[in-house]
């Protein structure tokens, strides 16, 4: 019998510019809050799976399991995650497999990236790592070019210009105002996004994710260990997809869509028994205004052409039909890139338990998702959530 996997508890630091902090220290402090908001001991901890990205470029540090374990106060078997953007986000899918397997009862997901103690040019290198070496890197790509193809390529078959991203940014500011832990908890306009000095055609600086230092972590059970544990731990992942594409875009049929996204979401689906028509909330890979867009139409949200236009109307706002990134999204709560899809998790499960700050304008929602991308998405791993009393 598969076992149902609940969320037992989250945690998160702030998000932001932390260069002094360790990305072993982040991730501590993120299992401790989660172990306190689970009501879970650390020595109850069976397998822990760990997302980090960077950590050989910003602290030339490998061999990340143990030294993350060691950091929450767990003696148990540790791996490092590497999938890019995506890297926790698979940690967490790792351990919902683990659950469901009947291999385990207790495991500790999550991950952190420390970014801020590089330089911008030495952080852009290394997050280039993601690309094709060969092809791509030494071409000269780096993300806010690869994405900026992406967005070009996108106005020219199915419309759309600068301004229509510019109502992502600013709506994913907007969410972001009253979340303590994002890195930016500021209003911006659609005139100042178009006045932001330009980092790549079509983008200006607030159309990309910033540098960011930060650390998440999620206590995952199976059901029969919170019930003989009494744990209230409403919230389960009932549907959770994986699928990668070509690593290099010049490999791809189209640039305009991200079919490991409409892979991983249809698996995820199937997997909870539910479709797009029932997600109540989504957090999304927003690392560049043009994911939102491209993220939302490959999970069937929006048809193809449909999405560059939803912000500007309002459909995904908080008070929309269909909120996306009540958190701020990468955009404005931050993108420490090993801790993205465990943040995800932490905000959505929050979202739903109604203990967000953003939770007030979905509070009948039952059914939430989470996507989170690696590179230009190559990776990608779609979670379900559900509140399950």
Same mark, same amino acid.
């Given at each position: 019998?598969?076992?149902?996997? @609940?969320?037992?508890?989250?945690?998160? $630091? %702030?998000?932001?510019?932390? #260069?002094?902090?360790?990305?072993?220290?982040?991730?501590?402090?993120?299992?401790?809050?989660?172990?306190?908001?689970?009501?879970?001991? #650390?020595?109850?901890?069976?397998?822990?799976?760990?997302?980090?990205?960077?950590?050989?470029?910003?602290?030339?540090?490998?061999?990340?399991? %143990?030294?993350?374990?060691?950091?929450?106060?767990?003696?148990?078997?540790?791996?490092?995650?590497?999938?890019?953007?995506?890297?926790?986000?698979?940690?967490?899918?790792?351990?919902?497999?683990?659950?469901?397997?009947?291999?385990?009862? =207790?495991?500790?997901?999550?991950?952190?990236?420390?970014? $801020?103690?590089?330089?911008?040019?030495?952080?852009?290198?290394?997050?280039?790592?993601?690309?094709?070496?060969?092809?791509?890197?030494?071409?000269?790509?780096?993300? *806010?070019?690869?994405?900026?193809?992406?967005?070009? @390529?996108?106005?020219?078959?199915?419309?759309?210009?600068?301004?229509?991203?510019?109502?992502?940014?600013?709506?994913?500011?907007?969410?972001?105002?009253?979340?303590?832990?994002?890195?930016?908890?500021?209003?911006?306009?659609?005139?100042?996004?178009?006045?932001?000095?330009?980092?790549?055609?079509?983008?200006?600086?607030?159309?990309?994710?910033?540098?960011?230092?930060?650390?998440?972590?999620?206590?995952?059970?199976?059901?029969?260990?919170?019930?003989?544990?009494?744990?209230?731990?409403?919230?389960?992942?009932?549907?959770?997809?994986?699928?990668?594409?070509?690593?290099?875009?010049?490999?791809?049929?189209?640039?305009?869509?991200?079919?490991?996204?409409?892979?991983?979401?249809?698996?995820?689906?199937?997997?909870?028994?539910?479709? #797009?028509?029932?997600?109540?909330?989504?957090?999304?890979?927003?690392?560049?205004?043009?994911?939102?867009?491209?993220?939302?139409?490959?999970?069937?949200?929006?048809?193809?052409?449909?999405?560059?236009?939803?912000?500007?109307?309002?459909?995904?706002?908080?008070?929309?039909?269909? #909120?996306?990134?009540?958190?701020?999204?990468?955009?404005?709560? &931050?993108? *420490? =890139?090993?801790?993205?899809?465990?943040?995800?998790?932490?905000?959505?499960?929050?979202?739903?338990?109604?203990?967000?700050?953003?939770?007030?304008?979905?509070?009948?929602?039952?059914? &939430?998702?989470?996507?989170?991308?690696?590179? $230009?998405?190559?990776?990608?791993?779609?979670?379900?959530?559900?509140?399950?009393?």
């Amino acid at each position: 019998m598969v076992s149902q996997v @609940r969320v037992a508890g989250v945690g998160m $630091t %702030p998000f932001g510019k932390s #260069p002094e902090r360790t990305a072993r220290e982040m991730f501590g402090d993120a299992a401790d809050e989660a172990f306190e908001d689970a009501g879970v001991d #650390p020595d109850d901890v069976e397998e822990v799976f760990y997302g980090n990205f960077m950590g050989e470029f910003a602290e030339q540090q490998g061999h990340q399991g %143990p030294l993350a374990a060691s950091a929450a106060g767990v003696r148990a078997p540790a791996t490092r995650i590497e999938s890019a953007c995506a890297s926790s986000g698979v940690a967490v899918r790792m351990g919902v497999e683990k659950i469901r397997s009947g291999a385990a009862d =207790v495991v500790l997901v999550g991950g952190a990236e420390r970014m $801020t103690n590089l330089s911008t040019a030495d952080g852009t290198a290394a997050l280039a790592a993601a690309a094709d070496a060969l092809y791509e890197i030494n071409a000269g790509v780096t993300f *806010p070019g690869a994405y900026s193809l992406m967005a070009n @390529r996108y106005f020219e078959e199915y419309g759309g210009d600068r301004e229509d991203l510019a109502h992502v940014a600013v709506k994913n500011h907007d969410h972001a105002v009253d979340n303590e832990l994002a890195q930016f908890q500021m209003e911006i306009t659609v005139e100042k996004v178009l006045d932001a000095v330009q980092v790549c055609s079509p983008f200006g600086l607030f159309d990309c994710s910033p540098m960011s230092d930060g650390g998440s972590a999620a206590v995952l059970v199976s059901e029969a260990f919170a019930e003989e544990h009494g744990l209230d731990a409403s919230v389960a992942i009932t549907g959770t997809g994986q699928a990668s594409d070509s690593l290099a875009l010049h490999d791809r049929e189209s640039i305009t869509g991200t079919p490991a996204a409409a892979e991983a979401a249809q698996m995820a689906y199937d997997d909870a028994g539910v479709t #797009p028509d029932d997600v109540d909330v989504a957090e999304v890979h927003d690392c560049f205004t043009i994911a939102e867009v491209l993220a939302i139409e490959s999970l069937g949200f929006f048809g193809k052409g449909e999405g560059i236009t939803v912000a500007r109307e309002g459909k995904t706002a908080i008070d929309g039909e269909l #909120p996306v990134n009540l958190s701020g999204g990468l955009k404005a709560k &931050g993108h *420490p =890139v090993g801790a993205t899809g465990g943040a995800q998790i932490s905000e959505m499960t929050k979202m739903l338990r109604g203990d967000h700050v953003n939770s007030d304008a979905v509070s009948d929602a039952t059914v &939430g998702l989470t996507h989170n991308a690696g590179g $230009t998405v190559a990776s990608c791993v779609v979670n379900v959530l559900e509140v399950v009393e």
